[in-house]
C-alpha cells in the first residue's frame, strides 16, 4: 500500500510512525516545503516532495492523508480528490469547501474521512456506555485546559495555526472535545456562554471560555476551555441518581464512585497502552491507531467511519455560535 502524508510536522510524523507499526510494508511518501522537515522525514524512511503536485505526477498512492494547518486542508483535500485519492484528515476546525468536498467525493465514490480522536479513546467510550445505559437525567462538568507556549515547545505559539483566531486554540479544543460530548449526549438545544482573557497573551481571541449547554434530551453540561492553565489539565465529572463517574484525561484515571463502599473505584479501560513521553500524561497513542484503523477498515469496506464532515458541520456552526455569544 503506498500512502502520501502531506505535512510532516508532529502529526504528519506521529501518523507515519504508527502506520509502519501497523503496516510494516506500507511505502510512505511525504510533502513539506520545509527542508529541515523533508530530512528528518528522510531519516524516517519517508520518500519527501516539497511540492504537493509533483508528488502527485510521481506516484500512484492508495490513499492521502493530510496533516497541515486547518486552514491549508480545503484546497489541499481538492487536489487529492481530483486525483482521485481516498483522503484521511486531521481537524478542519472551519467548514470552508465542505460541501463541494462532500460532493466531489461523493460523485467520485472516494472516503473523505475526518479525524475526532476523542471518539476513539477508550475512557469516552466507557462513558458513552455507561450515561446511555442509565435512564436517568445526568449533568455533566468538564474543565480543559493547557498553556499555548506549551503546546509546540519547539517553536512560538505565534508562528502555528493556534496563533489565528479562525483556528485558535480554544477553538481546537472545541473541535477536539464537542464531537464526543455530543455523541455521547446528544444534540445542543441552547448555551449560554462567558468568555474574557485573563492573561498576557499575545493572541485576538479569548483565552477563556465557560459555556453552559442544554442538549435537546434534558442533559445539562457545563464546559470550560482555556488556553492559561500551567498544568495541561483535563477534569471531567458526569453524575445522576445512581452514576457518578470521573476523568482525569489519561487511562490510568477514569473512576466511578460505589455508592455502597462510599469510594472511587478505578475502571481499566486499557490492557496496555502506549505512550509518547514528548506529550502530556493525556495523550495515549492507542486511540490515533484504532482512528487510522478506522480509516483502513472504511477503505476496505468493512466499517463506517465514527465521524464526518456531516456531523462536523453542526459542530462548527456550534462552535460559531459559542465565539459569536
Excluded at 511525504?30 to 519527501?48: F, T, Y
Excluded at 435512564?135 to 485546559?145: A, E, M, S
Excluded at 489565528?164 to 472545541?174: A, L, N, Q
Excluded at 485576538?204 to 492559561?228: E, M, Q
Amino acid at each position: 500500500m503506498k500512502v502520501l502524508i502531506v505535512g510532516m510536522g508532529s502529526m504528519g510524523k506521529r501518523r507515519a510512525r504508527l502506520l509502519k507499526g501497523m503496516m510494516p510494508d506500507v511505502q510512505l511518501f511525504g510533502v513539506d516545503a520545509s527542508p529541515q522537515r523533508c530530512e528528518e522525514a528522510q531519516a524516517l524512511g519517508i520518500c519527501m516532495f516539497s511540492d504537493l503536485h509533483a508528488a502527485l505526477a510521481q506516484e500512484n498512492y492508495d490513499a492521502a492523508l493530510v496533516c497541515t494547518a486547518p486552514l491549508t486542508h480545503a484546497g489541499i483535500i481538492d487536489a487529492l480528490l481530483d486525483a482521485d485519492l481516498n483522503v484521511f484528515t486531521e481537524l478542519n476546525l472551519v467548514s470552508d469547501g465542505y460541501e463541494a468536498l462532500m460532493k466531489k467525493a461523493a460523485d467520485k465514490n472516494l472516503v473523505l474521512f475526518l479525524s475526532s480522536t476523542m471518539l476513539y479513546r477508550a475512557e469516552t467510550q466507557y462513558i458513552k456506555q455507561k450515561v446511555q445505559a442509565f435512564d436517568k437525567p445526568v449533568n455533566y462538568l468538564y474543565h480543559i485546559g493547557q498553556y499555548l507556549p506549551d503546546w509546540h515547545p519547539w517553536e512560538s505559539y505565534k508562528n502555528f495555526f493556534v496563533g489565528d483566531k479562525r483556528t485558535g486554540g480554544v477553538r481546537e479544543i472545541f473541535g477536539i472535545d464537542l464531537p464526543w460530548l455530543i455523541d455521547t449526549f446528544g444534540e445542543v438545544e441552547r448555551i449560554h456562554v462567558e468568555k474574557d482573557s485573563i492573561s498576557t497573551l499575545e493572541i485576538d481571541y479569548p483565552d477563556s471560555c465557560f459555556v453552559t449547554l442544554r442538549h435537546k434530551n434534558g442533559v445539562k453540561g457545563f464546559l470550560a476551555v482555556d488556553v492559561v492553565s500551567p498544568k495541561a489539565v483535563r477534569n471531567f465529572e458526569v453524575y445522576g441518581e445512581g452514576l457518578h463517574l470521573f476523568w482525569e484525561g489519561n487511562p490510568k484515571a477514569l473512576y466511578r464512585y460505589d455508592a455502597q463502599q462510599k469510594q472511587k473505584l478505578s475502571v481499566d479501560t486499557y490492557t496496555a497502552f502506549e505512550h509518547d513521553e514528548r506529550y502530556s500524561d493525556n495523550i495515549v497513542e492507542n486511540a490515533y491507531v484504532d482512528e487510522l484503523q478506522n480509516f483502513l477498515d472504511v477503505l476496505a469496506g468493512k466499517a463506517q467511519p465514527r465521524w464526518s464532515f456531516e456531523k462536523d458541520l453542526g459542530v462548527i456552526a456550534l462552535m460559531e455560535k459559542i465565539e459569536e455569544a
